[in-house]
């Protein structure tokens, strides 16, 4: 699966997130979360590759509902825009839908906007 690379407002959005949650959760100790990083990054590579998928799906949706960076990436890697939508009149955002479905005919996973340029090529498993 790839995921889409950063546009240029990603990171700005994603620094005035970060800077609405601090002030909110207090002081932040960066110095000994960068030193940590490099050393456990093997470790959490190795846990991540190691995980069921249940367990990781169910770590995504906890860190998802608890932190509003991660909700912003989450959305950003497995969301697109629907197609026509129009923006909502409350909000002005488009609606979204799924980046990814399953063929229901050979089970393999798909980008849904490449499916629709070439108009239907996978159907869409409905469970």
């Known amino acids: ?14 620094e ?23 050393t456990s990054t093997h470790t959490l590579e190795e ?3 190691s995980a069921s998928a ?7 949706l906890q860190m998802c509902h608890e932190n509003a960076v991660c909700r912003y990436l989450a959305g950003k890697a497995l969301m697109v825009p ?12 488009k609606r979204l839908r799924k980046a990814y479905e399953m063929c229901c005919q ?12 070439v108009k239907g090529l996978m159907r869409v498993s409905s469970w």
């Open 54 to 60: 249940m367990r990781l799906r169910t770590v995504l």
């Open 47 to 49: 846990a991540i590759n």
């Open 16 to 38: 005035e997130i970060v800077s609405s949650e601090s002030e909110s959760d207090g002081p932040d100790d960066s110095a000994s979360m960068t030193s940590n990083a490099s």
């Open 1 to 14: 699966m790839s995921i889409k690379t950063e546009d240029p407002g990603t990171r700005k959005k994603i």
């Open 82 to 93: 629907a197609p026509n939508a129009e923006p909502d009149p409350k909000t002005g955002m």
């Open 106 to 117: 050979c089970g393999k996973e798909y980008e849904v906007e490449e499916n629709e340029k």
